[in-house]
């Protein structure tokens, strides 16, 4: 069974700028409105559900509350380099010098700012942030660029063979019923 959460109708939604190095369009410095999502693969808990959509919500609005309206840049990224200050960021990137205010940038651990990159940094992020209930087997984060581009990251919690076993060793065991003899032998 799955749990979706929907930011374009949830609110879960911010705005950013970026650019992705050696990119023949993106290396530009531009902006997108992204739309966060979130889907988990489980079964109904003791609760009746799979998970409480308050307790998602909130730590999904947590992290996309740091990126709003923030230059988001990469660490990890052999074609940026970065000299940091408690005044400035200064990006240097194929030829291209940018200067941000410090508190306009938000310095993001992975090798580069694409829409693939940010859903895996975020599931990740919110594996580690969110204490999940047994019965939850993944977790996906996917963000949109825009409508109808979206990039998803799925962690895997529990596998499915292991979820399958020992549910099945907790389910008592009845004998299989007989066919019936009717008709003709």
């Known amino acids: 069974m799955f749990l979706e959460i929907d930011g374009g109708y949830s609110g879960i939604r911010f705005s950013a700028c970026h650019f992705i190095p050696r990119h023949e369009k993106c290396s530009r410095l531009h902006g997108h409105s992204y ?3 979130l889907r988990l693969e489980g079964d109904i808990g003791e609760e009746g559900m799979i998970m409480d959509f ?10 996309i509350e740091e990126l709003d309206h923030k230059t988001l840049i990469p660490t990890m990224s052999e074609d940026v380099r970065l000299n940091v200050t408690e ?11 940018y200067v941000f205010p410090r ?11 694409t829409a693939e990159e940010m859903a895996k ?4 992020r919110i594996v580690h942030d969110v204490s999940f ?19 998803w990251y799925t962690e895997v919690l529990r596998c499915r063979m292991q979820w399958s ?17 009717t008709g003709a032998r």
Do not use: F, W
Request: proline residues 8%.
């Open 103 to 113: 508190m306009d940038v938000v310095l993001l651990d992975v090798p580069n700012t």
């Open 87 to 97: 005044e400035s960021v200064e990006a240097v990137s194929c030829g291209k010098r």
């Open 35 to 37: 739309i966060v999502r």
């Open 165 to 181: 076993s020992s549910r099945a060793a907790s389910i008592p065991r009845r004998p299989l019923p007989r066919p019936s003899r």
């Open 54 to 63: 308050v307790v998602l919500k909130r730590a999904l609005k947590g992290l």
């Open 133 to 151: 209930p047994g019965n939850v087997r993944s977790v996906s984060v996917g963000l949109d660029e825009e409508r109808g581009q979206t990039a």
């Open 121 to 124: 940094m975020m599931t990740q």
